[in-house]
C-alpha cells in the first residue's frame, strides 16, 4: 500500500486532483455501440485466478461478440502506481479494478466516469442484484462511480481441539472482549508453545476495535483525528495487551512472513483473526476449526474489504466498458465462477447464488461471512495520503507495543500527524 502515496504528485500534475471535483461527470464520453476491444486492469487476479478470469472474459466474449476484453495484471504493491501514472500520461485503461479506500480518491479526482448514464440505458442491468451496502459504498456525491464485484471480510477463526482439550466453550457471536480475553487466557500454554490468540496491531485491526469500542476514526466533520480519546485508548490497550500474553511477540515472531498462518496449521493457535480468504488455504490442513464474528466490545463492527470495476473518464469505449464493468459484477458466471474458487465473494444481493458456498465444510459456520456484514466498519480514508496515514497509526502502535511510549503518547503523536495531513 506505500506505493499509493509515491505518485500522488502524477495525479496532480496531470490537473486530476480538484479539491472537490465532481468525478468525472465530463466523462459521458464513450461511443454510442459496445464494440471494440476493451482493456482491463487488476491486482485481484494474478496471480492465483488468471485461469478463472479467463472463464470469465470467455463467457462475456460469447455474449457480445462484438467485445474483446485485454487484460493487464499488476501486483497489488506495484499496482497503484501503474495505474496512477498511466492516468496521468493519459492512457489508462478502460476499466480497472479499485478497492474502497482507493476508490474514494479517485471519484473525488475526476478520473472515473460516471456510470449512472450507461446504467440508465441498459435494460438488462438489475441494480437491485447488487449487494446495497456496496453499491453505496462506490458512489460519490450520489453518483455510481464504480460497480461493486467482490468483498471479503475478517471473522474469528477458532481450533475446536484446543477448545476441546483445554475445555472452554466455542465462541459464539454474542461474545464480547471480555469473554475472548478469558478464553485466550485459558488457552495459553507457552510450555507447549499453544497461544490462545492472534491479532495484528496494526491500523487495520485498530480502527474496527475502535469502531467496536464505540469510538471515531475522525470528528464529525473529518477534519480533525479523534482516535486518540478514551475510546481509542480503550481500543489500543485491547491490542496492545495481547502480546506476550496469549499471543507471540514481535521479537519472537522474529519477521518470519506468515508466523501466524503457519502457527494456526499447525494446531498451536486456538483463535485468529483473519479474513474469509484463508478458507482455501486451510482446505488440505486437516484442521478441525470454525469461524464466527469477531467479539465486539459496547459495539459489533467488522473489517469488510471491496473492490468495484470503474471506467475511466478518459475512455472512448464507455458502452462496451460498462458492459464489462457489470457483467464482472452480477453475471451468474463471475458469481459461480468466484463462489468455485474461492475467489473472493461475488457482491451480489442473491443468497440462493450462496447456497452451495454456505454447504461446503469446513468451516461449518459459514454463516458468519454473511452475518458480519450486518456491522460494517470501512476504513476512514484520507485522500492522496491514506498509505501514509496507515503507517502513521501503525508505527505508533508499534512503537507503545516495543514500550517506547505509551499507549495514550503514542495515540496523541500519531493523532497529530493525522490532524496534519488532514
Not at 142 to 163: E, I, R
Request: with cysteine.
Amino acid at each position: 500500500m506505500g506505493t499509493f502515496r509515491k505518485v500522488a504528485a502524477l495525479v496532480a500534475a496531470a490537473g486530476l486532483l480538484a479539491a472537490c471535483g465532481d468525478g468525472g461527470d465530463s466523462g459521458d464520453s464513450g461511443d454510442s455501440g459496445a464494440t471494440g476491444t476493451v482493456t482491463y486492469f487488476t491486482f485481484s487476479a494474478a496471480p492465483d485466478h488468471l485461469k478463472d478470469l479467463d472463464t470469465i472474459k470467455a463467457e462475456f466474449e460469447k455474449q457480445n461478440p462484438g467485445i474483446t476484453v485485454q487484460v493487464q495484471t499488476a501486483a497489488y504493491d506495484d499496482y497503484f502506481t501503474k495505474l496512477q501514472t498511466a492516468i496521468a500520461g493519459g492512457s489508462a485503461p478502460d476499466t480497472f479494478e479499485l478497492n474502497y479506500e482507493n476508490f474514494v480518491t479517485y471519484a473525488r479526482s475526476g478520473a472515473l466516469l460516471n456510470l449512472d448514464k450507461l446504467a440508465g440505458q441498459d435494460d438488462g442491468y438489475d441494480p437491485a442484484r447488487v449487494y446495497p451496502k456496496a453499491l453505496e459504498a462506490f458512489k460519490h456525491d450520489g453518483k455510481q462511480y464504480a460497480v461493486p464485484t467482490t468483498f471479503s471480510d475478517v471473522v474469528l477463526f477458532y481450533n475446536k481441539k484446543l477448545f476441546d482439550a483445554a475445555g472452554v466453550a466455542y465462541p459464539t457471536a454474542d461474545w464480547t472482549w471480555a469473554d475472548e480475553k478469558a478464553a485466550a487466557e485459558k488457552l495459553t500454554d507457552k510450555a507447549k508453545g499453544v497461544y490462545g490468540d492472534y491479532q495484528p496491531v496494526t491500523f487495520h485491526e485498530f480502527y474496527k476495535a475502535l469502531a467496536q469500542a464505540g469510538g471515531s476514526f475522525f470528528s464529525a466533520d473529518g477534519k480533525k483525528a479523534t482516535f486518540n480519546d478514551a475510546k481509542g485508548l480503550e481500543a489500543a490497550n485491547w491490542l496492545l495487551g495481547k502480546p506476550g500474553t496469549v499471543q507471540p511477540t514481535v521479537a519472537e515472531i522474529g519477521g518470519k512472513a506468515d508466523y501466524d498462518t503457519a502457527l494456526f496449521k499447525s494446531g498451536k493457535l486456538a483463535m485468529w483473526h483473519n479474513g474469509i480468504w484463508q478458507f482455501a488455504g486451510l482446505a488440505g490442513a486437516g484442521l478441525d476449526y470454525d469461524v464466527v464474528t469477531e467479539p465486539g466490545n459496547t459495539a459489533k463492527a467488522n473489517a469488510v474489504f471491496m473492490n468495484a470495476t470503474a471506467v475511466s473518464a478518459k475512455t472512448s469505449k464507455g458502452a462496451a466498458a460498462w458492459k464489462w464493468a457489470r457483467f464482472l459484477s452480477t453475471s451468474q458466471t463471475t458469481v459461480q465462477t468466484r463462489l468455485a474458487s474461492n475467489w473472493e465473494l461475488p457482491a451480489v444481493n442473491d443468497q440462493a447464488a450462496f447456497d452451495t458456498y454456505l454447504k461446503q465444510t469446513p468451516p461449518a459456520n459459514r454463516k458468519a461471512v454473511f452475518d458480519a456484514l450486518d456491522a460494517i466498519a470501512l476504513p476512514p480514508v484520507v485522500d492522496t495520503q491514506q498509505a501514509k496515514m496507515q503507517d502513521i497509526v501503525t508505527e505508533a502502535l508499534e512503537k507503545a507495543a516495543s514500550g517506547q511510549a505509551t499507549a495514550q503518547e503514542a495515540l496523541d503523536e500519531a493523532a497529530k500527524s493525522v490532524d496534519a495531513l488532514l
